[in-house]
């Protein structure tokens, strides 16, 4: 591949010598989250979003908690601008939500967005302009001079047609700033705060986006650090940034950019935008929230932000994107799966010790960085079964989806089941395939039955009464014998079936009036064991249905 074509970052612009305070910083609030989905995400959409869909995205925005959000690029189209009108004349946008309006640094352009936006009582006009050398040259065919005069020029029309407007506030984008030089980008921010007149109580938001990612998270870093500590009014501008995800670095760029001094963050939810997209809101504030910070936006229901996200964009999110994919919380791989059931039951015997709900005690689960209740998803997509799972994973779905508690023993012997099944059939095990697996093997009735039994407990012992049906003809015998399983075996011998029991466990499954009682018995066949269940009403019904299902297996065998 001709590598050569290509310059590194340092060969295209000027990167700041920073004395980098940023790699020791810690991130411990959320900054301002800004959604450009209605903006930015939507000049990407192959369909742009109608009416409808706008409105349904930006009323599910205020919902979760967003404060500011960029609503349109009103003199770009007369779809945009309706819909900037339409919230002007509407309640649609609460007392505590700013809008932000999008425009060039072009007067007509300004003049038309300032048309859009009358009535609105707490709107941020962002005004753009790209300021890199290959944009300069190539785009604008502009020097230097030329740009800094059209920025001021522009500057001066927005100001104008504020004209002393309360709730208006202001934004400037040197476009493709992470290309353009340090000291331009400081000179032509500088000269739009000082015309803006930033100061208390009117802050002016300096916005420097990775237009394109063309370096490693940590350049970026340093860019924003220099602006940072250099930028003229500092206390009076709200620094932000937008980063696009050209690199697949958006996230990392976003995160270090913080650390930098970044306040503010523009992005799309889920990472929707131009090319690869802009950096992804809810992996961000998610990363947070992994962390133990607060991220002030409301996740607690993500599969319905991303319905609402995927009708109004018309386009899928991926099986495994951060934090929402189908498959991030699930475990396919036998180890996996075995340390996430673990992770489950230490999780719940912690809770149990503090005297606190599993959903508020601290959560230290393998494998998953967070608890997927807290994002409205459920445990029963957290391990799933296919030919690489092992026993763990499939005595997670069992007792988690079917409360059956399987001895290890017995989970060793159905995972050569469920292993056999996966094999032949190339596909996943879901936990409907596994019961029947299960009671295929386990279950299923054979030769030997119990047609009526009766049990009475006396001084001597327990006194069975049972008719047996032995292929197919009845014998009524009357054991008594040191309980009921003793007794049966007994019966059973005579008969030629001789069970050997080397385990028995008794389980209770479920709860209240539908619970009901499981016995796992471990039976001995020549040089090996094989294992019997009995799931039943009542405790000795469910002994004695394991025992038959050991005879069975059994003469199944001979």
């Given at each position: 591949?001709?590598?050569?074509?290509?310059?590194?970052?340092?060969?295209?612009?000027?990167?700041?010598?920073?004395?980098?305070?940023?790699?020791?910083?810690?991130i411990t609030e959320a900054p301002l989250w800004v959604p450009v989905d209605l903006r930015d995400g939507n000049q990407a959409l192959p369909e742009p979003m109608d009416p409808a869909r706008k409105r349904r995205f930006?009323?599910?925005?205020?919902?979760?908690?967003?404060?500011?959000?960029?609503?349109?690029?009103?003199?770009?189209?007369?779809?945009?601008?309706?819909?900037?009108?339409?919230?002007?004349?509407?309640?649609?946008?609460?007392?505590?939500?700013?809008v932000s309006v999008f425009t060039p640094a072009r007067r007509d352009l300004i003049e038309r967005t300032f048309e859009a936006i009358e009535g609105l009582d707490r709107v941020i006009v962002h005004m753009y302009t790209a300021t890199a050398p290959?944009?300069?040259?190539?785009?604008l065919r502009s020097g230097r001079d030329e740009l800094r005069d059209m920025i001021r020029t522009a500057a001066q029309d927005v100001l104008r047609c504020a004209d002393g407007r309360e709730g208006v506030r202001f934004e400037f984008s040197p476009e493709v700033f992470n290309q353009t030089e340090p000291e331009f980008a400081i000179e032509v921010c500088d000269s739009v705060t000082e015309l803006w007149q930033a100061g208390p109580g009117r802050p002016v938001i300096v916005n420097l986006p990775?237009?394109?990612?063309?370096?490693?998270?940590?350049?970026?870093?340093?860019?924003?650090?220099?602006?940072?500590?250099?930028?003229?009014?500092?206390?009076?501008v709200i620094l932000s940034v937008h980063p696009h995800n050209d690199r697949g670095t958006g996230v990392a760029c976003a995160e270090l950019a913080v650390l930098a001094g970044a306040q503010r963050v523009e992005g799309c939810l889920f990472g929707n935008g131009e090319r690869t997209g802009n950096v992804d809101l809810v992996t961000l504030a998610l990363n947070l929230y992994a962390q133990g910070v607060d991220p002030m936006i409301d996740f607690s229901g993500i599969d319905a932000v991303r319905g609402?996200?995927?009708?109004?964009?018309?386009?899928?999110?991926?099986?495994?994107?951060?934090?929402?994919g189908e498959y991030v919380h699930t475990a396919f791989s036998g180890t996996h799966q075995d340390a996430i059931r673990k992770g489950f039951q230490r999780h719940a015997e912690s809770a149990a010790r503090a005297g606190v709900p599993e959903r508020q005690a601290p959560w230290e689960v393998p494998y998953l960085p967070i608890d997927p209740k807290d994002i409205g998803r459920d445990y029963e997509a957290v391990i799933r079964?296919?030919?690489?799972?092992?026993?763990?994973?499939?005595?997670?779905?069992?007792?988690?989806?079917?409360?059956?508690?399987?001895?290890?023993?017995?989970?060793?012997?159905?995972?050569?089941?469920?292993?056999?099944?996966?094999?032949?059939?190339?596909?996943?095990?879901?936990?409907?395939?596994?019961?029947?697996?299960?009671?295929?093997?386990?279950?299923?009735?054979?030769?030997?039955?119990?047609e009526e039994w009766s049990i009475e407990h006396g001084p001597d012992g327990d006194r069975l009464c049972a008719t047996l049906e032995v292929d197919g003809e009845p014998a009524a015998h009357e054991v008594i014998a040191d309980g009921a399983v003793s007794a049966l075996v007994r019966m059973l011998a005579e008969h030629g079936r001789d069970v050997q029991i080397v385990n028995l466990v008794q389980q209770s499954v479920g709860t209240g009036d539908r619970a009901r009682a499981a016995t796992y018995l471990e039976h001995r066949m020549g040089t090996t064991t094989r294992w019997a269940v009995g799931i039943d009403d009542s405790v000795i019904a469910a002994s004695l249905a394991a025992v038959l299902g050991a005879a069975n297996s059994a003469t199944i065998a001979r």
């Open positions: 591949m001709p590598h050569q074509r290509y310059r590194d970052v340092f060969d295209r612009v000027p990167v700041p010598a920073v004395e980098r305070t940023w790699p020791a910083n810690r930006f009323e599910m925005l205020v919902r979760i908690g967003y404060k500011e959000i960029e609503v349109g690029y009103p003199s770009a189209s007369q779809t945009d601008f309706d819909f900037v009108r339409m919230l002007a004349n509407s309640d649609l946008v609460p007392d505590d939500v700013t290959v944009w300069r040259d190539v785009v990775a237009t394109v990612e063309v370096a490693t998270p940590n350049v970026y870093a340093d860019q924003i650090e220099h602006m940072h500590r250099h930028l003229a009014r500092r206390e009076h609402t996200v995927e009708h109004c964009n018309r386009i899928g999110i991926h099986e495994r994107h951060p934090y929402v079964v296919n030919s690489q799972s092992g026993k763990g994973g499939i005595a997670h779905v069992m007792q988690s989806e079917h409360q059956l508690d399987l001895p290890r023993g017995l989970q060793r012997d159905f995972s050569r089941v469920v292993q056999r099944h996966t094999d032949e059939t190339g596909t996943e095990a879901d936990a409907a395939t596994l019961w029947e697996l299960f009671a295929a093997e386990y279950l299923a009735p054979g030769a030997v039955g119990l």
